[in-house]
């Protein structure tokens, strides 16, 4: 059975940093690619960041290009998303999905998904 739990979301301040981290089970995180999403109030999900089954190439949306890194640890099994100068409008349900064919952009490219994290950037 294929698990993804995040954690790491929270109330933190503009400008600042968090790490959020997506814990795997039943699936070997170096064999798959992986991506992170999120939905903010409103509105639709979408793609913020994805990295490879080689963990050799990362993608990322343009909002968070240069602040945001998806990083992954196969020891531990677990995805990272390392968010720097959080701004309002990232506040938002961050959700860790596993990749599995198609466009790594469009939400039907995964096939699990967690449950979501809460990020609420506050000024």
């Known amino acids: 059975q294929v698990r993804l739990e995040e954690y790491g979301g929270g109330l933190v301040q503009v400008g600042t940093s968090r790490r959020l981290s997506c814990a795997v089970s039943?699936?070997?995180?170096?064999?798959?690619?992986w991506g992170w999403f999120r939905q903010g109030p409103g509105k639709e999900r979408t793609v913020v960041a994805f990295?490879?089954?080689?963990?050799?190439?990362?993608a990322y949306t343009d909002s968070v290009k240069g602040r945001f890194t998806i990083s992954r640890d196969s020891a531990g099994n677990v995805v990272y998303l390392q968010m720097n100068s959080l701004k309002p409008e990232d506040r938002a349900v961050y959700y860790c999905?596993?990749?599995?064919?198609?466009?790594?952009?469009?939400?039907?490219?995964?096939?699990?998904w967690g449950q979501g994290t809460q990020v609420t950037v506050s000024s």
């Open positions: 039943g699936r070997a995180v170096s064999a798959y690619g």
């Open positions: 990295i490879s089954s080689s963990g050799g190439s990362t």
């Open positions: 999905a596993q990749y599995h064919t198609g466009h790594w952009r469009t939400a039907d490219a995964y096939r699990y």
